[in-house]
C-alpha cells in the first residue's frame, strides 16, 4: 500500500515537471519565435533538447535546497509516511492548480514560486511556522526581485554591447548575425531553464522518497530521478505553451534578432549562475526582467508597462495563492485518508 503511494506521488510529481515545461516553453522560446529565426514546432524541439542535456552538468544544488531548505524535512519525516505523502500531494496540487489558472490566463508566473508556495501551505498544517526555514523561504522571496533586476541588467549590458559591436554594419548583416546567434543564445536559455526547473521537482520526489520507502537512507538525488525530472520537463517544453508565447514575445516589447539574443543570452547567464549557487529562482521573472532591459535601450515607451504591471501581479500573487491552495487540498486529502483509514 505504502509503496502504491509513493508511486502515484512520485507520478504526480513527474506530472508536475511536465507542466512546468509545458507553462514555461514560453521563456525558452518567446524570443525566437517573435523574431522568426525559427518557427513554432522547430523551437519547442530545440528548447526541449536542451531541457534534457542539461541533466547531465546542471548539478543539483537546487534540488538539495528545494528538499530541505524549505521545510523542515526530519521534523516531517518524524510525522510518518502517511503525512509525508500528503504534505507533498498537497503541494503538488496547489502549484498545478496555479500554473493551469495563469496559464489560462497567459500570463507568465513562476512554476517554481507556484511550488515553493504550495510546499509552504501544506506543511503549515502539519507542522506549524516551526516547520518552514526560514532562511531558505526568505532567500526564494528575495530572489522574486533580484533574479529579474538581474536579468534585466544583463539583457540591458549585453544589448549596449551587441550594438556597440555592430553599430557601423548595415542592418541587414546585423539582422543575418544575429538570426544565426539566437540558436546559440536560446540554447542557453533553454539548458538554464533545465538546469534550473527540473531539479526541484528532483527534491520534492527525494523528499517523498527517504521520508517513506527510504527514509534509513541517506537524503540525495539518485540519476534515475536526475533522468525522469529531465525528461519530464523537455516533454512538457516540446508541447509548448502558446498562450504565454504570445505575452513574452509580442505584448511585452517588440524584438529584433539582436535584441532576442541579448535577452536570452542574459536571462541564461543569470540562471546558470544562481543554479550553481543552489538558489532556486523563476526562469520566467529573469528573462521578463531581461526582455524589459532589452526593450528599456530603446527608451520607456518602448516597453508596453501595463503588460509588464500584470506579470509582476501574477508574481506577487503565486507564493500566497500557490499556499491557500495546498492548504485547501491538505484540508479535503485529511478528510479522505481518515474516512478511507
Same mark, same amino acid.
Given at each position: 500500500?505504502?509503496?502504491?503511494?509513493?508511486?502515484?506521488?512520485?507520478?504526480?510529481?513527474?506530472?508536475?515537471?511536465?507542466?512546468?515545461?509545458? %507553462?514555461?516553453?514560453?521563456?525558452? *522560446? !518567446?524570443?525566437?519565435?517573435?523574431?522568426?529565426?525559427?518557427?513554432?514546432?522547430?523551437?519547442?524541439?530545440?528548447?526541449?533538447?536542451?531541457?534534457?542535456?542539461? +541533466?547531465?552538468?546542471?548539478?543539483?544544488?537546487?534540488?538539495?535546497?528545494?528538499?530541505?531548505?524549505?521545510?523542515?524535512?526530519?521534523?516531517?519525516?518524524?510525522?510518518?509516511?502517511?503525512?509525508?505523502?500528503?504534505? *507533498?500531494?498537497?503541494?503538488?496540487?496547489? +502549484?498545478?492548480?496555479?500554473?493551469?489558472?495563469?496559464?489560462?490566463? @497567459?500570463?507568465?508566473?513562476?512554476?517554481?514560486?507556484?511550488?515553493?508556495?504550495?510546499?509552504? @501551505?501544506? =506543511?503549515?498544517?502539519?507542522?506549524? $511556522?516551526?516547520?518552514?526555514?526560514?532562511?531558505?523561504?526568505?532567500?526564494?522571496?528575495?530572489?522574486?526581485?533580484?533574479?529579474?533586476?538581474?536579468?534585466?541588467?544583463?539583457?540591458?549590458?549585453?544589448?549596449? !554591447?551587441?550594438?556597440?559591436?555592430?553599430?557601423?554594419?548595415?542592418?541587414?548583416?546585423?539582422?543575418?548575425?544575429?538570426?544565426?546567434?539566437?540558436?546559440?543564445?536560446?540554447? *542557453? $536559455?533553454?539548458?538554464?531553464?533545465?538546469?534550473?526547473?527540473?531539479?526541484?521537482?528532483?527534491?520534492?520526489?527525494?523528499?517523498?522518497?527517504?521520508?517513506?520507502?527510504?527514509?534509513?537512507?541517506?537524503?540525495?538525488?539518485?540519476?534515475?530521478?536526475?533522468?525522469?525530472?529531465? +525528461?519530464?520537463?523537455?516533454?512538457?517544453?516540446?508541447?509548448?505553451?502558446?498562450?504565454?508565447?504570445?505575452?513574452?514575445? %509580442?505584448?511585452?516589447?517588440?524584438?529584433?534578432?539582436?535584441?532576442? $539574443?541579448?535577452?536570452?543570452?542574459?536571462? @541564461?547567464? =543569470?540562471?546558470?549562475?544562481?543554479?550553481?549557487?543552489?538558489?532556486?529562482?523563476?526562469?520566467?521573472?529573469?528573462?521578463?526582467?531581461?526582455?524589459?532591459?532589452?526593450?528599456?535601450?530603446? @527608451?520607456?515607451?518602448?516597453?508596453?508597462?501595463?503588460?509588464?504591471?500584470?506579470?509582476?501581479?501574477?508574481?506577487?500573487?503565486?507564493?500566497?495563492?500557490?499556499?491557500? =491552495?495546498?492548504?485547501?487540498?491538505?484540508?479535503?486529502?485529511?478528510?479522505?485518508?481518515?474516512?478511507?483509514?
Amino acid at each position: 500500500m505504502l509503496l502504491t503511494a509513493v508511486i502515484i506521488i512520485v507520478g504526480v510529481a513527474l506530472i508536475f515537471d511536465f507542466i512546468n515545461g509545458f %507553462h514555461d516553453a514560453a521563456n525558452s *522560446i !518567446a524570443t525566437v519565435v517573435s523574431t522568426r529565426v525559427l518557427s513554432p514546432n522547430l523551437a519547442v524541439a530545440w528548447a526541449a533538447f536542451f531541457n534534457f542535456i542539461a +541533466a547531465f552538468g546542471g548539478g543539483v544544488q537546487v534540488a538539495n535546497t528545494m528538499g530541505k531548505g524549505i521545510i523542515n524535512f526530519e521534523m516531517l519525516k518524524a510525522q510518518g509516511p502517511t503525512f509525508v505523502l500528503m504534505v *507533498i500531494f498537497s503541494a503538488l496540487m496547489g +502549484a498545478i492548480a496555479w500554473n493551469l489558472l495563469t496559464w489560462w490566463w @497567459g500570463l507568465p508566473s513562476s512554476s517554481s514560486h507556484a511550488l515553493a508556495g504550495g510546499m509552504i @501551505g501544506a =506543511t503549515l498544517p502539519v507542522l506549524g $511556522f516551526e516547520g518552514l526555514v526560514g532562511a531558505g523561504i526568505l532567500k526564494i522571496v528575495a530572489f522574486i526581485v533580484l533574479s529579474p533586476l538581474i536579468g534585466l541588467t544583463l539583457g540591458t549590458l549585453m544589448m549596449l !554591447a551587441s550594438t556597440w559591436t555592430v553599430h557601423r554594419q548595415t542592418p541587414l548583416k546585423v539582422d543575418t548575425w544575429f538570426r544565426r546567434l539566437q540558436l546559440v543564445s536560446s540554447a *542557453i $536559455f533553454s539548458y538554464s531553464h533545465g538546469t534550473n526547473d527540473a531539479q526541484k521537482v528532483m527534491g520534492i520526489i527525494a523528499v517523498v522518497l527517504f521520508g517513506t520507502i527510504w527514509k534509513e537512507r541517506e537524503f540525495h538525488i539518485d540519476w534515475w530521478v536526475i533522468i525522469s525530472c529531465h +525528461a519530464a520537463i523537455a516533454l512538457g517544453t516540446f508541447f509548448g505553451g502558446w498562450r504565454i508565447i504570445r505575452t513574452m514575445g %509580442h505584448s511585452l516589447t517588440k524584438l529584433a534578432p539582436i535584441g532576442g $539574443f541579448a535577452a536570452e543570452t542574459g536571462g @541564461g547567464v =543569470t540562471i546558470i549562475f544562481l543554479a550553481k549557487l543552489g538558489i532556486p529562482v523563476s526562469t520566467t521573472h529573469t528573462i521578463t526582467g531581461a526582455i524589459v532591459g532589452v526593450g528599456t535601450t530603446k @527608451g520607456w515607451r518602448a516597453v508596453k508597462w501595463g503588460v509588464a504591471g500584470r506579470i509582476l501581479w501574477a508574481w506577487v500573487f503565486t507564493i500566497p495563492a500557490a499556499a491557500l =491552495t495546498a492548504a485547501l487540498v491538505y484540508g479535503i486529502t485529511r478528510v479522505v485518508v481518515r474516512l478511507v483509514g
